[in-house]
């Protein structure tokens, strides 16, 4: 049976649907009710085996004797009977063609026979009885004396009427004779033939024993009694599965042992590579933070154990940043430096695809683009120079002996004010804001700059319009600085 045409028990209904495990003793419970059930079907088996074998002749075979067409009454009732088994019933559709439906009829026409049984002894008695005051024979003898009372002449008229009746009353004599040997008096008369439709040996009350305690059993399992066969079925598959189910339970939970020992050996593994990239982590960031203008601060990561396990799986951070409020953007540029590709794979552990959970940083990770907004405010001199070089390093694949580098040429968007920044930038793009005397509004103007007119901008950003041609000949050498770094292996 399939899960969704199964009937099991209201009791059992419960923990199954809840997927709750069967323990040793509902497993004997099972067996308790399968064994009774088991029992049940025997006991209808051979009732139906015992009717058949006494209606023989009736399903003899001939026309239409499978699907029981052109039968009416009892024989169709056994040919049904017949066609209709227990375990047929347990995939049945139809109560209409079910085994219990026709135990009911089968019933009905017991009862019915009884009845048309009881109706022929009572026209026999009516007809020919001679101790029944009101049958026909008893008013033929009544009738009789009374002719005789008539008259006793041996002679005349009278005698010679009287006779001519006497005659006329045997041949109804005859007929009565005939007409009560039709109903009881002989192997084909009506009596008889009743009795041989009748059941030998199997009586209404047996009938009825066996449909209550059908009844009894449906209730008992709190199911419709139509529906007790499924039931038998859907127990005894129950039960074979978790039969079969316990006979693996030890292999399986010492599988399971063993997997939890890999598990918990794998977090240890896990919690001790963590404890090692934090620690070193820390130091390298702590080291690139004052180059960056932020003298004396020290960059720290603590790990804590949070709830977890098999019970409680950790999926993913709760929360992600730094707490320094102004230099957030430099401190993440220290990581980056530290731990290239750290920036991507917290975007990525926030995505709400489930497929995007952390993952390590690798030569397969995509690009990622990374705006910072005047990540050089209130930097200047050797910070400034190394901010910026660090930024540019963020946009090229870098190599660490054997192993590359988590870089992966992502796309760097900084918007600066810094000439240094502006110097080692692959392109450089001027936003500019202008006056429109008829309008409230400030146009805004973008334009890249490249060649000469990039050197002046780069002058202007300097020097403002201080010494221009100074200011020229400084950016000329932080374009020749930024190229000459460009084209330096990374390490």
């Not at 049904?80 to 019933?107: H, V």
């Not at 005859?174 to 109903?183: G, H, P, T, Y």
């Not at 033939?193 to 008992?220: C, H, Q, Y």
Request: with cysteine.
């Amino acid at each position: 049976l399939d899960l969704e045409s199964r009937v099991l028990p209201s009791s059992l209904q419960a923990s199954v649907g809840n997927n709750a495990d069967i323990d040793e003793e509902q497993v004997k419970l099972l067996e308790h009710w399968v064994d009774e059930l088991d029992s049940f079907e025997t006991r209808l088996t051979r009732f139906q085996e015992s009717v058949l074998a006494q209606y023989d002749e009736l399903l003899s075979d001939g026309p239409n004797t499978r699907n029981g067409s052109g039968k009416t009454g009892i024989a169709k009732i056994l040919q049904k009977l017949r066609n209709t088994t227990w375990e047929g019933m347990q995939r049945i559709e139809s109560e209409d063609d079910s085994l219990l439906t026709n135990l009911l009829d089968f019933r009905e026409e017991m009862k019915v026979m009884e009845t048309q049984l009881v109706s022929a002894h009572s026209a026999y008695e009516s007809l020919a009885s001679l101790t029944a005051p009101h049958s026909a024979l008893v008013a033929l003898e009544n009738t009789r004396k009374l002719l005789y009372g008539i008259s006793s002449d041996d002679g005349g008229p009278l005698f010679e009427t009287i006779e001519k009746t006497h005659e006329l009353l045997n041949g109804v004599e005859a007929s009565l004779n005939d007409c009560a040997r039709s109903i009881d008096g002989g192997s084909d008369s009506l009596i008889s033939t009743l009795e041989n439709m009748a059941f030998v040996g199997i009586s209404i009350e047996e009938v009825d024993g066996i449909i209550a305690d059908w009844n009894a059993l449906a209730r008992k399992h709190g199911i419709s009694a139509y529906s007790l066969p499924n039931c038998h079925m859907s127990i005894r598959e129950e039960l074979d599965g978790n039969v079969e189910a316990l006979k693996f339970l030890p292999e399986a939970e010492e599988d399971q042992r063993i997997a939890r020992e890999d598990y918990s050996y794998a977090c240890q593994e896990l919690a001790d590579a963590r404890m090692d990239v934090s620690s070193e982590l820390s130091k390298s960031v702590s080291t690139i933070l004052p180059s960056l203008g932020l003298e004396g601060s020290i960059f720290q990561v603590q790990l804590s154990v949070r709830p977890g396990g098999l019970e409680n799986p950790y999926y993913g951070p709760e929360s992600t940043g730094v707490d320094i409020a102004d230099e957030k953007s430099r401190v993440l540029l220290a990581i980056e430096t530290a731990l290239p590709g750290s920036i991507g794979s917290t975007c990525n552990s926030f995505s709400n695809s489930a497929e995007s959970m952390p993952i390590q940083s690798d030569s397969n990770t995509p690009p990622i683009s990374i705006i910072y907004d005047e990540i050089d405010a209130h930097v200047g001199g050797r910070a400034a120079v190394t901010m910026a070089k660090l930024l540019a390093d963020q946009s090229r694949t870098n190599q660490s002996g054997n192993i590359e580098r988590p870089g992966n040429g992502g796309q760097i968007i900084a918007i600066t004010h810094s000439a240094s920044l502006a110097a080692i930038a692959d392109r450089h793009i001027v936003v500019e804001r202008g006056l429109n005397s008829g309008s409230t509004s400030l146009p805004i103007r973008t334009y890249v700059v490249d060649g000469s007119s990039r050197r002046k901008e780069i002058a202007r950003m300097a020097s403002g319009d201080l010494a221009s041609g100074e200011a020229e000949t400084f950016a000329d050498a932080l374009i020749r600085d930024a190229l000459l770094r460009k084209e330096m292996p990374t390490s």
